[in-house]
């Protein structure tokens, strides 16, 4: 079934020194969400930031935080990022051995407007889609990750899409009202064949904060999402 088409920039790729401005020009180009990339330079091999950089970010922009937990042992912090302020929060199949629990743990937590933070599960390259015959029912959102994950900038690998028409076929077969996302190496060059596999969130970092025009870009990037 049909779902809302999303652009999600990654903040990884921005100025921080300018995060309120950064933030302000992709609201202004129609982006729906900020996509924050945490890494712990453990789960993959860089290091970007934790919970405190969460609530500077929600105290700049009325977007909904979509929290993606490159960590190991996410289950140490979920709390504490669900009460810095994010809307949805994404951990790895790869970073667990308790995915049930762990989805569930997501589950329970709470926006700081009280909704239910929404969860989500995301997949390396290489991992199979069986790793979530079991949670599925239970997940907000699917993020499929085009490139290895721990840098922005990387090429995009082709064989995601087929990961993406695949789920996005079983999402549709069971009825389920799933977002499907993608991250690694998409830009207006590959923008329409990755919304055609059925992914309907784009999240999208260097396209957009390497431009001389973020907010122009951002306009362009939606336009080609249709």
């Known amino acids: 079934m049909a779902r809302p088409r999303i652009l999600a920039p990654s903040i990884l790729n921005a100025n921080l020194s300018d995060m309120r401005g950064q ?19 453990h789960f993959v091999p860089n290091l970007t930031f934790g919970p405190v950089f969460v609530e500077a970010f929600r105290k700049c922009s009325q977007l909904p935080l979509d929290c ?18 994010a809307d949805s929060i994404t951990i790895h199949a790869e970073a667990t051995h308790h995915l049930d629990s762990l989805v569930r743990l997501v589950k329970a ?13 995301s997949l ?18 699917v993020l499929l990750m085009s490139v290895n994950p721990g840098f922005g900038g990387q090429k995009f690998i082709p064989y995601a899409l087929d990961k ?45 904060f390497a431009s001389a025009d973020v907010v122009g870009t951002c306009r362009s990037l939606k336009a080609l999402m249709g």
């Open 23 to 41: 933030c302000a020009a992709a609201a202004q180009g129609g982006a729906d969400w900020l996509h924050l990339d945490v890494m712990d330079g």
């Open 68 to 85: 993606h937990l490159m960590i190991s042992h996410p289950e140490r912090f979920v709390t504490e990022f669900a009460k810095a302020g």
């Open 109 to 121: 937590q709470k926006t700081l407007a009280g909704h239910p933070v929404r969860v989500g599960v």
């Open 124 to 141: 390396n390259p290489a991992t199979p889609l069986g790793a979530l015959e079991h949670v599925l029912p239970l997940l907000d959102l």
């Open 164 to 208: 993406a028409r695949a789920l996005r076929a079983q999402a549709d077969a069971g009825g389920l009202e799933l977002d499907i996302q993608m991250d690694g190496g998409i830009g207006p060059q590959n923008l329409k064949e990755v919304i055609a596999a059925g992914v309907n969130v784009a999240v999208i970092g260097t396209a957009i």
